[in-house]
């Protein structure tokens, strides 16, 4: 069964700063993988999917990095900013079955003006 | 229009109600989902549909019952609802099953009383 992990849980940064939020999953036999940003009580919002034979996305100050071989993906956020502060989730799409995600726990990221 | 909508936003009900909530998009797509979220937790998996028909159940108990009328709307109807069962219950839609990204909407905010 697969398993997606992030860490860590909860990320406290000065705005400016430059930080990396980390996923990991357990079976590395994935289609893709989707970054995902979650503001309290809200819906979810895509930030950037990367496929299984992609190495990484770019999307303005957000690059992921996809790691298929070790299970591994992390998100970079440039120049941090106040109105980045939300929840951030990873997700996984198993390669086989249906487009069922699995999702980690999420990192909650407040960035302090 | 490239969102998916739900309505209500929030919605209280007791142990004894019957309501619904509903979960609408124009994207034409032809996969929509149903996903529980607790509190600081990840949304989890209940309902898949595909071209209107039931492809994944996720062992959710009977008194969830969903319902997709047609490509654009999913219903799920709620019936001798438990506290426990208070989340923020998401929808999403996805092109097809193969397709990757899912988009989703804002949530519905379920509290059981």
């Known amino acids: 069964k697969q398993e997606v992990t992030q860490i860590p849980a909860a990320l406290s940064v000065p705005e400016g700063e430059n930080l990396v939020l980390n996923c990991s999953f357990t079976?590395?036999?994935?289609?893709?993988l989707q970054w995902f940003r979650q503001d309290p009580g809200k819906g979810l919002t895509s930030l950037l999917l990367?496929?299984?034979?992609?190495r990484e996305q770019t999307s303005g100050r957000l690059n992921a990095s996809l790691d298929k071989s070790s299970g591994r993906s992390t998100l970079y956020i440039a120049a941090s900013q106040p109105g980045d502060s939300a929840t951030y989730l990873c997700?996984?799409?198993?390669?086989?079955?249906?487009?069922?995600?699995?999702f980690g726990g999420g990192t909650r990221l407040m960035v302090k003006p | 229009d490239t969102e998916v909508t739900q309505t209500p936003k929030h919605l209280v009900m007791g142990m004894t109600n019957k309501k619904s909530l509903k979960c609408e998009q124009h994207?034409?797509?032809?996969?929509m989902y149903w996903y529980k979220q607790k509190a600081k937790k990840p949304p989890e998996l209940m309902f898949v549909?595909?071209?209107?028909?039931?492809?994944i159940n996720e062992s959710v108990p009977s008194r969830f019952s969903p319902e997709c009328p047609n490509s654009s709307l999913l219903n799920l109807h709620l019936h001798a609802l438990q506290p426990e069962d208070s989340a923020l219950y998401l929808c999403?839609?996805?092109?097809?099953?193969?397709?990757?990204?899912?988009?989703f909407g804002p949530g519905t905010r379920l509290t059981v009383l």
């Open positions: 549909y595909s071209y209107e028909k039931l492809s």
């Open positions: 079976d590395s036999a994935i289609y893709n």
């Open positions: 994207m034409g797509h032809r996969a």
């Open positions: 990367i496929q299984s034979s992609q």
């Open positions: 997700a996984v799409k198993k390669a086989q079955g249906g487009n069922m995600l699995t």
């Open positions: 999403a839609s996805s092109q097809d099953l193969d397709h990757e990204e899912q988009f």
